[in-house]
Nanobody, 122 residues
Framework: VQLQASGGGLLQAGDSLRLSCSASGRTDVMRVMGWFRQAPGSEREFVAAIIWSGGSTYYGDSAKGRFTISRDTAKNTVYLQMNSLKPEDSAVYYC????????????????WGQGTQVTVSS
């Protein structure tokens, strides 16, 4: 499966942004779709994940209450709606896919997109 993330940009604190991740190829391996982010000098951090078939969602602590993950199965696309953005949300955001719904909060996903930069100024 090939993943293409898009939607990043330069924003101000308090703004909202929606990231998209389009999938192509072997979409049958997309049991779980996740979003991770990585700031310079930091480890890759879990943001959110969604079970493709049932729609169950999971969030990292930094995302709870502000971010929403969703998917459009007809378009093979997963979204990350981010509200009330903070400067500490600045990072490269990656979408990822894995064929099994185990340890979904760890970056042990088989398939990764190229990342999209989100920068939030104060």
């Amino acid at each position: 499966v090939q993943l293409q993330a898009s939607g990043g940009g330069l924003l101000q604190a308090g703004d909202s942004l929606r990231l998209s991740c389009s999938a192509s190829g072997r979409t049958d391996v997309m049991r779980v779709m996740g979003w991770f982010r990585q700031a310079p000098g930091s480890e890759r951090e879990f943001v959110a994940a969604i079970i493709w078939s049932g729609g169950s969602t999971y969030y990292g602590d930094s995302a709870k209450g502000r971010f929403t993950i969703s998917r459009d199965t007809a378009k093979n696309t997963v979204y990350l709606q981010m509200n009330s953005l903070k400067p500490e949300d600045s990072a490269v955001y990656y979408c990822a896919a894995k064929p099994r719904d185990l340890v979904i909060t760890f970056p042990s996903y088989e398939y990764w997109g190229q990342g999209t930069q989100v920068t939030v100024s104060s």
